[in-house]
């Protein structure tokens, strides 16, 4: 009995103890991090240049290659290092669209609010044709409609619960509240092993569905903005006719969901609706490599300079906006937690490197792509030596909320030492330590191999109801004051991490698993 009451009070001793063992957090640099971020921010003029300026930064797109290329010119001029572009690997075709012109010309002209999916292709030049509806979109119904399909744009009858717009009653921007007990979040937007590949068959389905569309000669595809579209937000995406052996096989144009809506009923009255479209894309074959943005501050102590400490968000977008909340503000933040650190004169224990993905949207390609060339691939768990150097990875793509804590990723362990880095910040709101896992980007290639690697909690705002892959993702809707909270906290968390004695504690290594996105085919 005894022995069981000692273990009983070692459980009870051993967080204390782990707290107490702690390096205290410097308090005084916490203040000088805080003064930095919020008296003399740069965010606005990173973001300014990264969404303004560069545009739409869809993978291997110019815009993409604009924003990145500034990003290492800004990084050098603030005293960064090594900051240049690095190949992930092979990516496809780039893409950006020219002209983008849809309206209705009968039963009356309107003009139409609609965006040509990625990489889709052009009309040629300036088309007509009527709509027709089909109930589904399959061979099926194609062969139904027989050679009337030809020279006609087609749209797919929506579901009747796809023709009531969106309620405008619930409100699109939400924080969480100072009430929220964050240490019961649940796992978010998780994608669960083998998730990916079961849908290889429906992509391929729906591939050679377009075909045989525009095998029966048809113009267009019209295709409806997501249900939660309203007020002109059209969600828009792309396919996979970036990649090698793909074609696109017809235009495929996203509407307005009022637009769309109109249309639909017009039809269903027995009016003959007629749309004229001019899209024109512009592609690019030179150089089919993914590239990423990497910076560093160097090491100074001769034991740990070796050792990493990383920060990153995804700097690739779609097209519609110009991908302010997702994940132009990762990034953001990303900079300026390394301008802040290298402003104050911080000379790190550890390296910090700072790394900006592509081709995030198509499945983590560019942080997977950087994971298996520096630390391994999960596939077989047959590590590099590098991958034993990295203390922490931190990640930002949730939009631009405040942070308002962190996920563990199931990594128990490190519970205590975040919860007593948050302290400082606790007046900003960042108090949440949850174990819970968040998905689906860039910190998961590098939890697949073992590496500590964290995604921060954030208030939500109107990522996932207005801005999240939609044509108002915009400078606009970005928070300035939430990112330079976030801004802070990162350069807190790289900073403590950094000049820590020990790395951070990591979980058991993960049984060799193919990657969650490591499929077959692009996506």
Known sequence: MSTLRFTAALALLLPCCLRAQETPVDTAMMQKIRTEAFAHSQIPFIAHYMTDVAGPRLTNSPGYLHAARWIVQTLRQWGIQKAGLEP?????????????????????????????????????????GPVVMLD????????????????????????????????????????????????????????????VAKYAGIFKSRNETRQYLADKGAIALLNPSRPRGRDGTVFVAGGVYYAKGYTPPLPEIALSTEDMLRIYRLLRSAQEVTLEMNIQNQWDSTDTQGYNVIGEIPG???KLKSELVMLGGHLDSWHSGTGATDDAAGCIVMMEAMRILKVLGVQPKRSI????????????????????????????????????????YYNLDNGSGRIRGIYLQNNEAVGPVFRNWLQPFADLGATGVTISNTGATDHLPFDAVGIPGFQFIQDPLEYNTRTHHSNMDTYDHLEMEDLKQAAAIVAAFVYNTAMRDEMLPRKPLPKAARFVFDVDFPL
């Open 136 to 195: 589904t979109l399959s061979e099926a119904a194609i062969d139904q409609m027989g050679d009337a399909i030809k020279g006609k744009i087609v749209m797919v009858r929506p579901r009747p619960r796809d023709t009531v717009l969106a309620s405008a009653f619930t409100p699109f921007a939400t924080r969480y509240a100072d009430t929220t007990t964050f240490s019961e979040l649940p796992d978010m937007y998780m994608i669960e092993p083998g998730g």
């Open 300 to 302: 100074t102590d001769k």
């Open 353 to 392: 490197r700072m790394a900006l993905w592509g081709g995030e949207e198509q499945g983590l390609l560019g942080s997977f792509g950087y994971v298996k060339k520096h630390f391994g691939n999960p596939a077989d768990m047959q590590l590099l030596p590098e991958q034993k150097k990295v203390s922490a």
């Open 88 to 128: 992930w690997g092979e990516f496809g075709k780039g893409w950006r669209s020219t002209m983008s012109y849809v309206a209705q010309k009968t039963p009356y002209y309107q003009p139409l609010i609609a965006y040509p999916h990625a990489w889709t292709a052009g009309t040629g030049g300036l088309v007509t």
